[in-house]
């Protein structure tokens, strides 16, 4: 099979290979380090990459699958982590030359629950600095491109694993989201990215950005790799506080396309928000499918969601500076300008007004799991724009002009503060060829209902068989 | 200290101080208007109508 041809292979397609023995991890491994030597130089996805330790797991992989021990979808696939994923041996730096040399010696929980079920890890991703924004651009390490405009942003903070799994450069890659940071590089390099709900996949061994907004979630190409990632990653882990003790379904079995009847609810709010006018023709094309294939669609009221910018943005910030307060003391002047602001400007946050965001939280909660009371995913843009140029500090959104950052994060933060599940596919592409996204969000812990509606959508369209042109 | 949304630069230098960064460095021009836009950002909290609800963070005793 053509290398590129397996780049693009799905997990879910490649793994059928892999089992049936018509191709080794070892091809597999070889065609997606060729992928990554003819593109990475403009698209930047990386920060350590892994070629000798690659292919030495694949020929171990390779060997184990030829003795019949097979241990299921994710063995011998390309795997990549974003650099706040902690790798024994392997360092990890968060984005910042301060931590060039930080070697953790213990795999997060993620990183071991890829190994037992024998994914191979290609590399560490690219991000933004410490997780702290949503473009992806990065003065340590380099600006991550995206591959179908590489003068666009990647988006972020997980802009490595958006630029890579959208590539080919990786099968699957990992993120985390804190105010959106897997969705929008999702959303902006036209692939899946799920946020499970919080507590489903352990945070042990991710550098932290805000306790109890962040979440780790995968970057995928199809929905049903998102379902067998989550099969592999969710679950109990005694060493995250917040880890849940939820009963973990298998999430592929969710793929069932059946969507008759299912509740979505659209927030007229969010289509009272800047918003490109592409975009919203796009989301509501996409609605109009998702009718078509048998769902009710309403229009409902969420109120609060004009709230979710300065609730999410106390918390996260106040958090964030907790995290990094002796850092900042010791090496603020290293950090990237934008990202030292930003920690900085948490210190200024008091106890009284972190308190009061937290009760916001409780109210904006309450209003939600109303909402989904009355319907079962509440649906809408991922993001309110296509992928801004690096660097540009604000961007147009319908008739109006707003900063990066509050464009970029305007429709992923709620979820983040409810810790329910969302995820983000591509339903479209703006005339200047740049991808427009969906989200859909439900109750906690109804995973298997955010993945079939997101699956059936997106098998009875063609989006996610294009590639961008790199 | 402030007065509606505004943090006096004497505040604001304290407040720097507290949390360890050094007052006497350039970047606290940089950093002051960025706090005070901040801060600004979120005012609309006060608005909220919190009488009913505790901070969503509480405490589970250990097990």
Redesign the interface.
């Known amino acids: 099979m053509d290398r590129l041809e397996l780049c693009y292979l799905s997990a879910g397609q490649l793994s059928k290979l892999i089992q049936s023995r018509e191709v080794s991890p070892v091809e597999v491994i070889d065609a997606h380090l060729h992928r990554i030597e003819g593109t990475e130089t403009v698209l930047n996805s990386f920060i350590t990459l892994l070629p000798e330790q690659a292919r030495e797991a694949a020929q171990r992989a390779e060997h184990q699958i030829q003795l019949g021990h097979y241990r299921g979808p994710l063995h011998g696939i390309p795997v990549g982590l974003k650099d706040l994923f902690n790798t024994a041996g392997v360092r990890t730096t968060s984005g910042s030359r301060i931590f060039d040399n930080f070697i953790p010696g213990e795999d997060c929980t993620v990183a071991t629950r890829f190994q037992q079920a024998g994914a191979i890890l290609l590399g560490k991703l690219n991000m933004h600095q410490f997780a702290y924004g949503p473009t992806g651009e990065n003065l340590d390490y380099g600006h991550m491109h995206n591959p179908w405009n590489p003068e666009m942003v990647s988006g972020g903070s997980s802009g490595g694993s958006g630029s890579a799994a959208s590539a080919g450069q990786c099968t699957i890659t990992m993120g985390s989201d804190t105010g959106g940071s897997v969705r929008i590089p999702a959303a902006l390099c036209g692939i899946v990215g799920l946020k499970p709900t919080y507590g489903l996949v352990s945070r042990h061994g991710l550098t932290p950005l805000s306790w109890?907004l962040d979440h780790p979630g995968p970057l995928v190409r199809t929905v049903e790799d998102a379902a067998i990632t989550l099969n592999a990653i969710a679950g109990y882990d005694p060493k995250d506080i917040a880890s849940c003790r939820s009963e973990i379904p298998d999430y592929t079995a969710a793929l069932t396309r059946d969507v008759k009847g299912l509740r979505i609810g659209v927030p007229k709010e969010y289509l009272e928000a800047p918003l490109d006018t592409e975009v919203a023709q796009a989301v509501q094309d996409a609605l109009s499918t998702l009718a078509d294939l048998g769902a009710i669609i309403s229009q409902i009221s969420f109120p609060s969601f004009?709230?979710s910018?300065?609730?999410s943005?106390?918390i996260l910030?106040a958090e964030a500076a907790a995290y990094h307060?002796d850092l900042?003391?010791k090496d603020?002047?290293k950090l990237n300008?934008p990202v030292r602001?930003r920690l900085?400007?948490g210190?200024?946050?008091s106890a009284a007004?972190y308190?009061?965001?937290?009760?916001?939280?409780?109210?904006f909660?309450?209003e939600t799991k109303r909402l989904l009371e009355q319907v079962d995913l509440l649906a809408g843009p991922t993001e309110p724009v296509t992928a801004p140029k690096i660097l540009a500090p604000q961007v147009q959104a319908g008739d109006q002009t707003i900063g990066t950052t509050a464009a970029l994060t305007q429709y992923t933060r709620p979820y983040n503060i409810t810790g329910s599940p969302a995820i983000s596919i591509p339903c479209g592409f703006s005339t200047s060829g740049m991808p427009i996204a969906l989200q859909l969000a439900g109750r906690s812990f109804d995973e298997p209902t955010v993945l079939r509606a997101a699956h059936a959508y997106e098998q009875a369209t063609q989006w996610h068989k294009r590639r961008p042109p790199i | 200290m402030q007065e509606g949304n505004q943090?006096s630069r004497d505040a604001?230098i304290y407040?720097?101080q507290a949390?360890?960064?050094?007052t006497k460095s350039d970047?606290m021009n940089?950093?002051y208007p960025?706090?005070q836009s901040?801060?600004k950002?979120?005012?609309?909290?006060?608005n909220?109508d919190?009488s009913n609800?505790?901070?969503?963070?509480a405490f589970q005793p250990p097990q």
Request: overall charge negative.
């Open positions: 109890s004009e709230q910018q300065a609730i943005g106390t910030m307060r900042l003391a603020g002047d300008p602001l900085e400007g210190l200024f946050i007004d308190l009061r965001a937290q009760q916001g939280r409780m109210l909660n309450r | 943090l604001f407040l720097a949390a360890g960064l050094d970047h940089e950093l960025y706090v901040m801060l950002s979120i005012e609309s909290l006060k909220l919190v609800a505790e901070p969503d963070m």
